[in-house]
């Protein structure tokens, strides 16, 4: 298995957009990787299209907990929670005016395979909008079973693993009724999918297409067309 070190193109911090439906999207998938990310310079958008007053109260405590010295911008929408195939429009607009703000070099979104509609949403959006961009695919556990074979992994040491779940609980309380929220079920498919990339813990993700240049081959001498 080949690792690939996820790092900014150019000088200066790595630029990340974290997208999601609902509050506790973006921690459920990628608090791992974003914890792990946070540790050196980063710049990061964050952005989520539903939630009620009190849920988007904890998504910026999420974001901040999460990535607490990164240079942070958050946006947060109350589009119609479990109706975004009828919002799509005003998904797809609110979409393209992150992308006329800003070039991330790293794209966390839904995967347009997940079966929650708000989810799938997103996920068949985001490759129209952002075309040059790394997009990883993050997975949410739910009762409709729907977890596919990921590409790629993001191995997570125990403590971070750990760290998530504590944020996750501290984070969203609103959460900790469903029967689904706990633990097991987060620290279970982290080392399921730890298991297989051979670590302990790990998140994992879909990458529909990405670009891997040979050292020897610089920008400028890159084939074109890949």
């Given at each position: 298995?080949?690792?690939?070190?996820?790092?900014?193109?150019?000088?200066g911090p790595l630029s990340v957009?974290?997208?999601?439906?609902?509050?506790?999207?973006?921690?459920?998938?990628?608090?791992?990787?974003?914890?792990?990310?946070?540790?050196?310079?980063?710049?990061?958008?964050?952005?989520?299209?539903?939630?009620?007053?009190?849920?988007?109260?904890?998504?910026?405590?999420?974001?901040?907990?999460?990535?607490?010295?990164a240079d942070l911008t958050i946006?947060?929408?109350?589009?119609?929670?479990?109706?975004?195939?009828?919002?799509?429009?005003?998904?797809?607009?609110?979409?393209?005016?992150?992308?006329?703000?800003?070039?991330?070099?790293?794209?966390?979104?839904?995967?347009?395979?997940?079966?929650?509609?708000?989810?799938?949403?997103?996920?068949?959006?985001?490759?129209?909008?952002?075309?040059?961009?790394?997009?990883?695919?993050?997975?949410?556990?739910?009762?409709?079973?729907?977890?596919?074979?990921?590409?790629?992994?993001?191995?997570?040491?125990?403590?971070?693993?750990?760290?998530?779940?504590?944020?996750?609980?501290?984070?969203?309380?609103?959460?900790?009724?469903?029967?689904?929220?706990?633990?097991?079920?987060?620290?279970?498919?982290?080392?399921?999918?730890?298991?297989?990339?051979?670590?302990?813990?790990?998140?994992?993700?879909?990458?529909?297409?990405?670009?891997?240049?040979?050292?020897?081959?610089?920008?400028?001498?890159?084939?074109?067309?890949?």
């Amino acid at each position: 298995m080949l690792s690939l070190p996820l790092r900014a193109p150019s000088a200066g911090p790595l630029s990340v957009l974290a997208i999601g439906a609902h509050p506790d999207d973006i921690e459920i998938g990628a608090g791992g990787l974003l914890l792990g990310l946070a540790e050196s310079s980063l710049r990061a958008r964050y952005v989520v299209l539903t939630g009620t007053a009190e849920r988007h109260q904890e998504a910026r405590n999420a974001a901040h907990s999460f990535m607490p010295a990164a240079d942070l911008t958050i946006d947060l929408f109350d589009l119609p929670e479990g109706r975004l195939p009828a919002a799509w429009g005003q998904v797809k607009e609110i979409l393209e005016g992150v992308a006329r703000s800003c070039s991330p070099d790293v794209i966390i979104a839904p995967s347009s395979d997940d079966a929650h509609q708000d989810h799938r949403t997103i996920g068949e959006l985001v490759p129209t909008v952002f075309r040059d961009q790394l997009y990883l695919a993050y997975e949410i556990p739910k009762w409709d079973g729907d977890l596919s074979r990921p590409s790629m992994y993001v191995p997570l040491p125990a403590s971070t693993a750990h760290r998530k779940v504590e944020l996750l609980h501290k984070c969203f309380p609103s959460q900790r009724g469903h029967d689904w929220w706990d633990d097991e079920v987060f620290l279970g498919l982290a080392r399921l999918r730890g298991m297989e990339c051979r670590a302990r813990y790990a998140e994992a993700f879909r990458c529909a297409k990405s670009l891997v240049v040979p050292s020897a081959l610089t920008p400028d001498t890159s084939p074109e067309g890949i």
